[in-house]
């Protein structure tokens, strides 16, 4: 049969969104090819993961009709129905619910694996239609980032921006010096069409004109690999002990900027601090050079036996750094998901500060590299009347207690309090019930008791884990079985939007969740306001061309889709962060209280003395070190290792986790130093168990000396696999299995690389 051609893309959360080239015969897809428009420096060609989505969309275990459960909650035991009960019994659970307890019982679940301008939305815009549900504050990549950072560089500060962080090609055109705190694009940015390609020209610019990469990590990642000279091994959630120590080395040595600092900043010594803080030694200077709260000087001799990193080491990269003309200090998402985390994002970004390297060519603020803002194309419009909000990590606690939840004891957003426990979960597309989500042995105790959440939705393709809990489990119809339009990922180098599909039919009873959703709606008396006599054909259309008014360089929406891939260069260029701020600080303040750089924040001073907080939830107004909370991140006789975790080139978090084909050459592993595994017998490929006071995990075991010595490192998103009303042992190897649930002191958001352990064979 001849090929018809049809475009997609990897709609997935590695936030690349690569252009996929689907060739079908017959009505089904028989192989992929990316993208091969523009030329070679303009090409959104997916990773080899991305490669094998026919593998998953042609899945044997795909789901393909309405079930509902009969057996216990993560049994996994469900029975087919039709989609006339399917949808007759998740608009009756949402009536009840909303009758009983209020809108404000509802919560749409953290969930990103699919994105698309009509991807999720559909439920989000039925949901305000019908009075609303609690919102998500924040999110697992960046939970402490984001609540952290706007204390010190404003209220607007995301790391989502190419305001508050240069761009990786403002490094590529003039930095001398690249140091990255826990940074592995080549892992978390894969993909053609992500900050991998924009990292790989900054890598051959620096070093070629003289420069150096180093790369700060407790491994060895994919990023610095073949580079071993690049590589500073750390250990573990002590990032902000090393930043404290480099900072003691450049005031010790008169080489910090004061002159930036007394025009920029507040509260670095004496002299900037606001007068609420005057003459108490509560400065950073202080802080730093042992005059401080804790009266302990932050040598490089101090942070040696914390880090793992020789004092010597320590003040060479001081040394180095001070002595760049262009440094570019960045770090990854990694650093700050530690219960100690919104410190040690701060503390990173306090390097240039302190060498008043912000605002200037080649520099950056110690943020992730930039991602241009440049989607073309906007999504399916909603509207959602509650604006109380919880932070994402939370939702577990507010089904157990939500009532109690009040802004002081839990991070609560837009409200004092919560009115309501979560009775009704509404999951669509992600696996973050279980699998993605701390300590699952918790979860699951939580959610076994059915008189706490009463009712469980889950939308998805195939059965995560996460989906055995489900009440009603429906089978999504996957993007390019459906027509679909979606815009760029996260590259700075170009923009696109890409209109395709469908591929091929969808098997079995899958449907849209669009089409769902309007039957839900439907039986509210609310199809017409939900639909607006449109189909998602007719939406993706008008969305597109709303998008062409303004910019009319797009071509014709029926050009769009003959082209199928519409991409062009993207218009803003390298980025300086702060550079205006730089340049004319009073005409351009920040959005903190003071216009200025926080070191200390007034601000955090009144949340540590107002907030309910517990045993060691420190919130400390200026950037410290500390070790975390001692359950998670200090070890003992018993759980001797720490244990922490790494994106994997073989999954974007879970997704790709079922695919047989992509599990045999990235087989899940524990990766552990020679002298650690020397001293438990354990060679290279044996089976090993891995338990801590959460959980026990069983995996493979990767003997390596790219790990520091006494962490075992496990890459996320394996899917769980356990016996949850037997012995619980997770044979898949989910490091979710061994992460505490204990939130983190400001942010309340997920410390899932804080993790103590022991390493025995199988």
Not at 187 to 212: H, I, L, P
Not at 303 to 311: C, V
Request: proline content about 5%.
């Amino acid at each position: 049969a001849p090929d018809e051609i049809h475009w997609s893309q990897c709609n997935v959360n590695c936030g690349g969104n690569c252009v996929f080239q689907w060739h079908s015969q017959d009505g089904k897809i028989v192989y992929m090819e990316s993208d091969n428009t523009g030329d070679v420096d303009l090409q959104a060609r997916a990773c080899l993961r991305g490669r094998s989505m026919r593998r998953w969309i042609n899945s044997p275990d795909r789901l393909t009709k309405p079930m509902k459960r009969v057996g216990k909650r993560g049994e996994g035991k469900f029975e087919e129905i039709s989609w006339d009960e399917a949808i007759d019994t998740i608009a009756s659970e949402l009536k009840r619910v909303i009758d009983t307890y209020g809108n404000e019982a509802i919560y749409v679940n953290y969930a990103t694996g699919m994105y698309s301008t009509t991807g999720k939305q559909p439920g989000l815009r039925l949901l305000g239609l019908l009075g609303g549900y609690i919102n998500q504050a924040y999110d697992y990549s960046t939970h402490m980032l984001q609540v952290a950072l706007p204390f010190m560089y404003g209220s607007k500060c995301s790391p989502y921006d190419n305001v508050h962080a240069s761009s990786f090609s403002e490094a590529e055109r003039a930095s001398d010096l690249v140091v990255m705190f826990g940074n592995s694009p080549a892992e978390t940015r894969m993909g053609g069409a992500n900050a991998v390609w924009d990292f790989a020209k900054v890598r051959e610019s620096v070093t070629g004109r003289g420069g150096k990469i180093v790369n700060i990590d407790y491994r060895m990642n994919e990023s610095c690999s073949g580079h071993p000279d690049e590589w500073l091994p750390i250990r573990p959630g002590t990032d902000a002990a090393l930043a404290s120590a480099i900072a003691h080395e450049w005031i010790a040595n008169d080489q910090v900027d004061k002159g930036f600092l007394d025009e920029y900043c507040v509260g670095y010594d004496e002299d900037t601090m606001p007068e609420s803080a005057k003459g108490q030694n509560k400065s950073y200077k202080d802080y730093i050079m042992g005059t401080g709260y804790d009266m302990v000087e932050k040598t490089a001799e101090w942070a040696a036996p914390i880090t793992g990193i020789p004092a010597e080491r320590i003040k060479q990269l001081a040394a180095d750094i001070a002595a760049a003309e262009a440094p570019f200090i960045c770090q990854g998402w990694g650093p700050q998901r530690h219960t100690n985390g919104e410190d040690t994002s701060r503390a990173i970004c306090m390097l240039p500060v302190l060498i008043g390297k912000i605002g200037l060519p080649g520099t950056n603020t110690g943020q992730r590299e930039a991602e241009p803002p440049t989607y073309l194309v906007g999504s399916l419009p909603f509207e959602n009347p509650i604006k109380t909000a919880i932070p994402v990590y939370q939702w577990i606690n507010a089904v157990d207690h939500g009532k109690e939840m009040t802004a002081t004891n839990a991070g609560i957003v837009g409200a004092d309090k919560l009115n309501n426990d979560i009775k009704f979960l509404w999951n669509y597309a992600g696996n973050c019930i279980t699998n993605q989500h701390g300590d699952i042995n918790y979860t699951h105790d939580v959610l076994a008791d059915e008189s706490k959440l009463e009712f469980i939705l889950v939308w998805d393709t195939v059965m995560t884990d996460s989906a055995k809990y489900a009440d009603i489990l429906l089978p999504d119809a996957m993007r390019s079985e459906q027509l679909n339009m979606q815009t760029q990922g996260y590259s700075e180098y170009y923009t696109a939007v890409v209109v395709g599909g469908p591929a091929q039919e969808a098997p079995g009873e899958c449907r849209s969740s669009y089409d769902v959703c309007a039957d839900i709606a439907d039986k509210f008396g609310k199809k017409d306001a939900f639909t607006e006599g449109k189909t998602q054909e007719d939406w993706i259309k008008e969305l597109y061309e709303k998008t062409r008014e303004k910019d009319t360089e797009l071509p014709t929406y029926d050009e769009a889709m003959e082209m199928g891939v519409y991409t062009r260069k993207n218009p803003k260029g390298a980025t300086i962060a702060f550079e205006a701020f730089r340049n004319d600080p009073a005409a351009n303040p920040l959005d903190t209280p003071t216009g200025k750089i926080e070191i200390y924040s007034e601000t955090l001073a009144g949340i540590a003395a107002t907030w309910e907080l517990g045993e060691e939830d420190l919130i400390s107004p200026i950037p410290v070190y500390t070790h975390g909370f001692t359950e998670t991140d200090v070890p003992t006789d018993e759980f001797p290792l720490r244990c922490s975790g790494f994106h994997y080139r073989g999954r974007t978090h879970s997704s790709w986790g079922g695919i047989e084909l992509l599990k045999e050459v990235n087989p899940q592993e524990a990766w552990i130093n020679p002298a650690d595994a020397k001293e438990r017998s354990i060679k290279q490929g044996d089976k090993i168990r891995v338990k801590n006071a959460f959980g026990e995990i069983e995996l493979l075991a990767k003997v390596t000396p790219r790990v520091v010595p006494g962490t075992v490192c496990i890459s996320q998103g394996a899917w769980h696999d356990a016996d949850m009303y037997g012995d619980r042992v997770d044979k898949g190897g989910c490091i979710n299995t061994l992460t505490t649930h204990r939130p983190s002191p400001l942010a309340k958001g997920n410390p899932q690389h804080s993790n103590i352990c022991q390493v025995t064979k199988a």
